[in-house]
């Protein structure tokens, strides 16, 4: 069973509680799925690599910045949670391909990755290969709960 979560302001993509003490049910879902063979190291920076991509792409998963009671300010975060799965090379290939049949918006990591040094290098590093040739380490996708279900079909949480 999923728990829901209490957010901030809400928007038109999460169901409405009458009572403002009750946890917010979301429509959407924000999964990330890994390849299980990563490094713990590595489950880690792919993890913060692809839910980097998201915010940029749909503005309206990050909520407003946080501030504590001394008034110090700290930066926005995603409104909703993010799942973390994972799963075999060959999950991650049929999610990348569901993800595209469904048009989500996703980002991807690929083992090409872990040897780049820098941006530029990464976008080249996945522009040289085809899209049926990605060596995917990383998934992540944003959309309506039911595509995102369908897409990291076969994964499992991440334990």
Do not use: C
């Not at 489950?43 to 940029?56: E, M, Q």
């Amino acid at each position: 069973m999923q728990k829901t979560y209490k957010t901030g302001p809400r928007t038109g993509r999460q169901s409405h509680s009458m009572n403002d003490e009750e946890p917010l049910r979301f429509d959407t879902k924000i999964a990330v799925l890994l390849r299980a063979d990563l490094a713990t190291w590595q489950r880690l920076n792919v993890t913060a690599f692809l839910v980097s991509g998201l915010g940029p792409e749909v503005p309206e998963l990050v909520g407003e910045p946080y501030e504590d009671a001394d008034g110090v300010p700290y930066l926005s975060m995603f409104r909703q949670p993010v799942l973390v799965f994972e799963g075999t090379k060959e999950t991650l290939k049929a999610a990348h391909t569901r993800a595209l049949s469904r048009a989500l918006p996703r980002s991807v990591f690929t083992a090409d990755l872990f040897t780049t040094g820098h941006d530029a290098a990464n976008r080249a590093a996945v522009r040289a290969v085809p899209t049926a040739d990605l060596d995917l380490v990383g998934l992540a996708v944003y959309g309506p709960k039911n595509a995102v279900d369908k897409v990291v079909k076969g994964a499992r949480m991440h334990p």
